[in-house]
């Protein structure tokens, strides 16, 4: 049976899409948002062919996903608001946005690298060169750690952080990534420095997660500086504590590949220091030389010292922006 259609003057967003190829840093930002605006989201995964994807976000979507194939990521039910990200799902999300007539309101997160009208709307973080009537650029980038979420992991950490002493030491390990490597030279850095945390801080405890791209020997590394000390280093199993550890961390210590993880550490209004591996970007450098130019993160350096800092989280601030576009148009349909 068909769904009613919204009352008139309704103009709240109902039903919710979300476009990437699958890529974890593109679906944690989309479905953060997703979340802020209190929507669960129907999650489709694009696979376009070799051909058709080397011409995105340019060229067509690939014609066994058009609107009329079964189970086409751009295909009705239209929901009321469609979120992509990533240089493929730009290309489906115009046509998701031609198929429903414009019914869908569309938005992209990051640089759609085909201009501001690629969606309705496009939240960029401040490292991005794109700027727009219809853009919205923040410090930060959206994420799923909620305040909600932070005070549940308060409330009721795991044992081991319950037997963690003070100060506790948050590690969040990345790994390469298409400008980052953690080699020989990082990984020795990294090292010492965790070394001299060690020996200035005695009586703290080290809680690490490594993410699935860390690479054995920067562990391995990690694990030799903390020997002898009160440590925690999750191996894989179970439930990821990440949140549990920005929860609980007195200090938290952030290696740069990742953005997001920078901006999730963020959320946390406790003291973050930034690790560097080897290479970089002049996009990172210059999101890097924001955060520190406001005082919102130092670089690590061999040593942690407490320094004042509150929560920064853009991702209601996002949240409200598309709910408040999203209205304006309904108004105006």
């Known amino acids: 049976m068909a769904k009613s259609p919204p009352p008139a003057g309704d103009n709240r967003i109902r039903t919710c899409r979300i476009l990437t190829d699958g890529k974890a840093g593109d679906l944690v930002q989309c479905l953060g948002l997703a979340q802020a605006l209190g929507l669960e989201a129907d999650i489709r995964t694009i696979v376009p062919r070799r051909l058709f994807a080397f011409f995105m976000p340019f060229g ?37 946005k031609k198929a429903s007539q414009g019914r869908t309101f569309t938005v992209f997160l990051k640089d759609p690298r085909i201009g501001a009208k690629a969606a309705d709307f496009i939240w960029v973080p401040g490292h991005d060169r794109l700027r727009g009537d219809n853009v919205m650029v923040t410090l930060t980038s959206p994420h799923g750690i909620s305040p909600l979420r932070l005070a549940a992991a308060r409330k009721a950490p795991p044992d081991f952080i319950g037997r963690a002493s003070r100060p506790r030491v948050a590690i969040l390990l990345g790994g390469d990534s298409a400008h980052y490597r953690f080699d020989e030279d990082a990984n020795r850095r990294l090292g010492e420095a965790l070394a001299q945390i060690r020996a200035s801080h005695p009586s703290a405890s080290f809680l690490v997660t490594p993410s699935r791209r860390t690479p054995e020997a920067t562990l391995q590394l990690v694990r030799q500086a903390l ?11 179970g439930e990821n504590p990440y949140v549990a550890l ?9 290696t740069a590949d990742s953005a997001n993880m920078v901006s999730e550490a963020l959320c946390a209004g406790v003291p973050v220091y930034v690790f560097e591996p080897a290479g970089g970007s002049p996009k990172f450098t210059r999101f890097l030389s924001a955060l520190k130019a406001q005082g919102l993160v130092r670089i690590l350096a061999g040593d942690l010292q407490p320094f004042e800092c509150a929560p920064v989280d853009a991702t209601p601030q996002i949240a409200d922006e598309i709910a408040r576009r999203f209205a304006a148009r309904r108004r105006l349909a």
Not at 227 to 237: L, R
Not at 246 to 254: E, G, Q, S
């Open 60 to 96: 067509p979507i690939d014609p066994r996903d058009g609107p009329k194939c079964p189970g086409s990521p751009v295909g009705p039910p239209f929901p009321d608001l469609a979120i992509a990200s990533g240089r493929r799902s730009a290309a489906y999300l115009r046509a998701l």
């Open 227 to 237: 020997a002898g000390a009160n440590c925690f280093i999750w191996d894989g199993g």
């Open 246 to 254: 920005l929860a609980n961390a007195d200090f938290l210590i952030v």
